[in-house]
T-cell receptor
């Protein structure tokens, strides 16, 4: 039981490049989330999903897209990376029926130069 | 919307007790969470309060007053390993989606340093 895993752990991009971050969970959770964490800003929700095939915008969705084609996977895409997207990205999942805690992945540290 | 406020930094000594406060303003309150996050690691769940009162779990306790929009996390018998950031998060109901779970909004975290 690996819980929530994220790929990759680290990445350096040049401005304008694209990439996809992968989140996988093996707990059969319905809810999945993508957050970014910046110094002094706390965790901010980018996008989330309440089930396979559904996604919704969070607080800071601009510049990101997501897809949830399979229940266990939640992908975060950056189509044209910008330096402002340098951050640590965390994925989380939660069971619909409770308990209502979110389980976090180990994070992806992304630097855009 | 929501407005979650917690102190930026706190310090304490080993063996002491520390209380980390969190105030919030939100429509459709649906639960308050505390998470612990060590440097370079992911947040881990500490506690969940949805009703008023105190929830105790070992050395950690969490209190909620919904009428005051206030919570605190109490850490007893502090240890060096308790040095971490403590995140207060509020769940808000989403009336337009008819969901009772909604999204989680995090405060900026309180960095606790425990000195020997």
């Amino acid at each position: 039981n690996a819980g929530v895993t994220q790929t990759p752990k680290f990445r350096v991009l040049k401005t304008g490049q694209s990439m996809t971050l992968l989140c996988a969970q093996d707990m059969n959770h319905e809810y999945m989330y993508w957050y970014r964490q910046d110094p002094g800003m706390g965790l901010r929700l980018i996008h989330y999903s309440v089930g396979e095939g559904t996604t919704a915008k969070g607080e800071v969705p601009d510049g990101y897209n997501v897809s949830r084609l399979k229940k266990q996977n939640f992908l975060l895409g950056l189509e044209s990376a910008a330096p402002s997207q340098t951050s640590v990205y965390f994925c989380a999942s939660m069971r619909l029926a409770g308990p209502y805690e979110q389980y976090f992945g180990p994070g992806t540290r992304l630097t855009v130069t | 919307g929501q407005n979650i406020d917690q102190p930026t930094e706190m310090t304490a000594t080993e063996g002491a007790i520390v209380q980390i406060n969190c105030t919030y303003q939100t429509s459709g309150f649906n639960g308050l969470f505390w998470y612990q996050q060590h440097a370079g690691e992911a947040p881990t769940f500490l506690s969940y309060n949805v009703l008023d009162g105190l929830e105790e779990k070992g050395r950690f306790s969490s209190f909620l007053s919904r009428s005051k929009g206030y919570s605190y996390l109490l850490l007893k018998e502090l240890q060096m390993k308790d040095s971490a950031s403590y995140l207060c998060a509020v769940r808000e109901r989403e009336p337009d989606r008819g969901s009772t779970l909604g999204r989680l909004y995090f405060g900026r975290g309180t960095q606790l340093t425990v000195w020997p």
